[in-house]
């Protein structure tokens, strides 16, 4: 259920074009498939490259998120979510398997907590960019800041034309994040949950080191 702050805000106030958020609700149904966990709408497809978004949490009050994407020029299709209330360590062992079982996907993590040092093992990670220059970096995961948090809400509102989920969270947890003023400017600022929307948005901004393989991070675990 909404909380007391969303129900008393407007259409208008959100950061998201409801009209999109609407037809992608309209498509959404519950998981038939559940493997190593995890909830699977599309099940992995030979020579399809795939993209694990994690969204961590603290492991008792907050969800931590993973889903997994694979990229079409047109369609952008989010296959398998695995959630749960699961600290650092805990989630990136759930998660490495799930990773393995999508063509040894590579993992893009929100760089948080202690998640990062447990995912080193995998292999195929995503390695920070900058996203002016494009230049590689030497750190793994996504940082989550507030101008990258800016990037990362636009670019996920640029995608949703193209986004094709399931996942009834997803469009939910877009409907909590509205327009407010941070530090003096514009922002996305979150109402109510939103680990499922962050992983999704997550998903968007690292796409591109699939399709270049830029952000591959020591041999890819297949």
């Known amino acids: 259920p909404e909380d007391d702050v969303t129900c008393f805000q407007s259409a208008a106030d959100q950061w998201y074009p409801s009209e999109e958020i609407n037809r992608i609700a309209k498509q959404c149904y519950p998981a038939e498939i559940f493997h190593l966990g995890a909830e699977i709408w599309y099940s992995p497809e030979d020579k399809l490259e795939y993209l694990m978004a994690i969204d961590p949490g603290l492991g008792k009050k907050s969800d931590s998120v993973a889903t997994v994407w694979t990229f079409s020029e047109n369609e952008y299709k989010h296959c398998a979510t695995f959630s749960g209330l699961y600290a650092g360590k805990e989630m990136a062992e759930h998660c490495m398997p799930i990773a393995r079982y999508y063509n040894g996907a590579m993992i893009a993590n929100e760089d948080t907590l202690d998640i990062t040092s447990h995912l ?3 292999g195929n990670l995503y390695y920070r960019t900058d996203q002016v220059t494009g230049r590689v970096g030497k750190d793994i995961g996504w940082q989550m800041t507030l101008a990258t948090k800016i990037f990362m809400c636009n670019e996920l509102s640029r995608s949703l034309s193209k986004i094709k989920t399931h996942d ?7 409907r909590n994040i509205r327009e407010g003023i941070s530090r003096g400017r514009v922002a996305p600022v979150s109402v109510g949950a939103d680990d499922f929307h962050d992983s999704a948005g997550i998903a968007m901004v690292c796409r591109d080191s699939l ?11 297949s």
Not at 168 to 174: A, E, K, T
Not at 211 to 221: A, D, P, Q, Y
């Open 120 to 122: 080193v093992p995998y």
């Open 168 to 174: 009834i969270r997803i469009p939910q947890q877009c």
């Open 211 to 221: 399709s270049t393989g830029i952000g591959f991070v020591g041999e890819k675990i």
